[in-house]
């Protein structure tokens, strides 16, 4: 009786210290991570009608996918740098209107931006937007709060990609509204990125199409970060001429299309001069006009469906022509890519 007593005790007493030990490292644990994370790792997710959002600094970002379409971001450098030639001209500067547009304030307000030398992170003083800052949730990039309140960026790759290398890469720091739409802090890694596999918020191949581990994602966004995925540029430019963005797009929604793109005879980017007009513009129409030509209930990639993925059924010359305008698309991200190899 006496030995089953002191077992007892101290089988109680392990077990107190057990507790103790836990509640102690628990402590530990939330100190070293510091207010930051964990004032993000108690956020309360709002409602699709009324979202939490957060502002946040770009290199807080984390990609869930390991590729970009690079000429879609060198359109907007392409085009910021035009602009900041002729500033005084211009009334509302395509900078600071994405920066208006991405913090759910709609577009800036005409001649309150066009101040030469006017970096995003640095904007003039007389800088507005017409709304206040989530205003208009849609148009706002989304993120996932993982473990240790670490911010995971689901869209917004491209748009946030070209605030990273704008104004000469001034702008990391840079402070931005975001969209919560799920708070996984709780989970362990594992655990993690088995949910956000199975919630479709995360993109696990490469440039080239391969398949990559979570492991392997970049640990920032950027150009110098994130692959060049040419095929998701070619996508970018078939927008309204071969397919349609959604008003509730699937997440990677131009990641399907790319994937199907690269299986279609004819559609060949290593044959294609993708810094000469013509040369590109033959693609992006061929390209669109097979995405235009599929039916409905065709299953695009990923078990998607054309319809699904912005299909219409119909072919837009007009929106091609619109690309090669002087102040077209393809024109600006062509004569960026030439004003790099100089």
Request: proline share 4%; with cysteine; charged share 20%.
């Amino acid at each position: 009786m006496h030995t089953t007593h002191t077992a007892s005790a101290l089988l109680l007493a392990l077990s107190f210290s057990n507790v103790a030990w836990a509640r102690d490292a628990a402590v530990a644990t939330a100190a070293a991570l510091g207010a930051r994370q964990q004032a993000l790792m108690a956020t309360v997710v709002g409602s699709a009608a009324h979202p939490r959002i957060l502002q946040v600094r770009l290199d807080e970002l984390h990609p869930t996918q390991p590729a970009i379409g690079y000429d879609q971001v060198y359109y907007k450098l392409g085009r910021y740098a035009a602009e900041e030639k002729h500033i005084a001209d211009i009334a509302k500067p395509k900078k600071f209107a994405d920066l208006c547009v991405a913090n759910g304030q709609g577009d800036v307000l005409p001649n309150t931006a066009n101040v030469a030398g006017a970096t995003l992170a640095a904007p003039p003083a007389a800088y507005r937007c017409k709304a206040a800052v989530g205003s208009r949730p849609h148009d706002m990039k989304t993120v996932v709060i993982g473990p240790r309140g670490t911010l995971y960026l689901t869209d917004g790759h491209h748009t946030f990609s070209t605030f990273w290398d704008a104004d000469d890469g001034q702008n990391h720091t840079l402070k931005v509204w975001v969209k919560v739409t799920d708070n996984f802090s709780k989970l362990n890694e594992d655990e993690f990125w088995t949910q956000m596999k199975k919630a479709n918020k995360v993109w696990l191949k490469d440039g080239s199409n391969k398949a990559i581990n979570t492991s392997q994602l970049p640990a920032s966004i950027g150009l110098k970060a994130l692959d060049n995925d040419p095929y998701r540029s070619l996508v970018y430019f078939t927008r309204d001429a071969g397919y349609v963005v959604p008003s509730k797009a699937t997440e990677f929604l131009e990641f399907y299309w790319a994937d199907w793109l690269r299986k279609q005879a004819g559609i060949d980017l290593a044959k294609t001069d993708m810094r000469d007009a013509s040369s590109y513009m033959g693609t992006i129409r061929s390209a669109s006009m097979a995405m235009a030509g599929l039916k409905a209930a065709d299953i695009v990639s990923g078990g998607m469906t054309a319809q699904t993925l912005g299909w219409t059924g119909v072919f837009k010359q007009g929106a091609l022509d619109e690309l090669v305008t002087p102040t077209g698309k393809l024109r600006y991200a062509i004569a960026y890519k030439q004003s790099l190899a100089k």
